[in-house]
């Protein structure tokens, strides 16, 4: 069975342009959460959705938002870069709500 | 906000060696989970935990969870090189908060 995939694998954006991320979680899970993981730190929460509405949302500015499609495939969208957005963004599905959730290889923004 | 803390940060030991690590939340977790991630990877579920004061064990690994359930450990047993990499715990429900992170390194 395929894992969770992600697109693109890396990223290179200038300061102040948009970027668009996808996942695609594993057949059958219905809950996607997007994390951000800079170099030496853990995951941070930024979203979570599950059956396509949002039940979960970090701290993080509005400049960040997400979406679930009807076949659970996600996208993250960011606004208006910052160099202090460059991070390595990784999805996680898992089957219902807090489960244990699978991670996508994710994918490495580098913001100039 | 949240907090999730875990000690030490880093953490060598020779081979054979055990090796234990602490994870302390600001608040009561609904349940706690634990990943591994290796170097230049993704984190990798190892474990979840729920009830107040459960202890599992996985081969040569050992989760517990707290009384209060605001703390968990991982023990491992006679370390091996391939247990090399940084280990979180982690809790929530419609958050989910990650652990700061505790590195292995594995001295052969």
């Known amino acids: 069975d395929a894992g969770v995939t992600q697109s693109p694998t890396h990223l290179i954006k200038t300061r102040g342009q948009q970027v668009t991320l996808r996942c695609s979680p594993i057949?059958?899970?219905?809950?996607v959460s997007w994390y951000q993981q800079v170099l030496g730190q853990g995951p941070q929460f930024i979203f979570q959705?599950?059956?396509?509405?949002?039940?979960g949302r970090g701290n993080f500015p509005d400049r960040f938002s997400a979406r679930q499609f009807p076949n659970y495939s996600s996208e993250l969208n960011v606004n208006a870069l910052l160099l202090g957005d460059s991070a390595l963004y990784l999805c996680?599905?898992?089957?219902?709500?807090?489960?244990?959730?699978?991670f996508g290889p994710g994918t490495r923004l580098t913001v100039t | 906000g949240q907090q999730v803390m875990q000690i030490p940060q880093y953490q060598h030991v020779q081979e054979g060696e055990d090796f234990t690590t602490y994870c302390n939340s600001s608040t009561t977790l609904s349940n706690i989970q634990w990943y591994k991630q290796r170097p230049g990877g993704h984190p990798v579920f190892l474990i979840q935990l729920v009830k107040s004061g459960e202890v599992k064990k996985q081969k040569r690994l050992t989760f517990q969870f707290g009384e209060a359930k605001k703390n968990s450990s991982l023990h491992i047993t006679a370390t091996q090189t391939t247990d090399v990499g940084t280990y979180f715990c982690?809790?929530?429900?419609?958050?989910?908060?990650f652990g700061t992170g505790t590195s292995l390194t594995v001295i052969p």
């Open positions: 996680a599905s898992s089957l219902v709500l807090s489960y244990e959730q699978y």
């Open positions: 057949s059958g899970h219905k809950s």
């Open positions: 982690a809790g929530g429900w419609n958050q989910f908060y």
């Open positions: 959705y599950y059956e396509k509405e949002e039940r």
